[in-house]
Nanobody, 126 residues
């Protein structure tokens, strides 16, 4: 069964750090681009970062310099290290897999990803 499971969310004060992790099963993780999305209360899902099969990363402007995405194909995991967190980073964070293997990607778009995790809550208090 193809599955993504996120972990690592929690409650943190502004300026703090969190590390999210996404474990994948049921497919060859090294063949697919992966991404992190988030959804704040009352808002739509927003692409945050993506990593292609070569390890190239893409970030939205609001998280550049604060978030770092990485992948470990041997462990079938994708991480998102978040630092200098702000209240506006609050939301449910979702890990996602690209629809097609070896997809050429840029900033993550919802339509390009078809496998989703259940999400993990990140709450940043100011």
């Amino acid at each position: 069964e193809v599955q993504l499971v996120e972990s690592g969310g929690g409650l943190v004060q502004a300026g703090g750090s969190l590390r999210l992790s996404c474990a994948s099963t049921g497919f060859d993780a090294d063949l697919y681009a992966m991404a992190w999305f988030r959804q704040a209360p009352g808002k739509g899902r927003e692409g945050v970062s993506a990593i292609d099969t070569d390890g190239n990363t893409y970030y939205i402007d609001s998280v550049k310099g604060r978030f770092t995405m990485s992948r470990d194909n041997a462990k079938n995991t994708v991480d998102l290290r978040m630092a200098s967190l702000k209240a506006e980073d609050t939301g449910v964070y979702y890990c996602a897999r690209s629809a097609n293997p070896r997809a050429r990607i840029g900033l993550p778009r919802t339509d390009d990803y078809t496998i989703w995790g259940q999400g993990t809550q990140v709450t940043v208090t100011s």
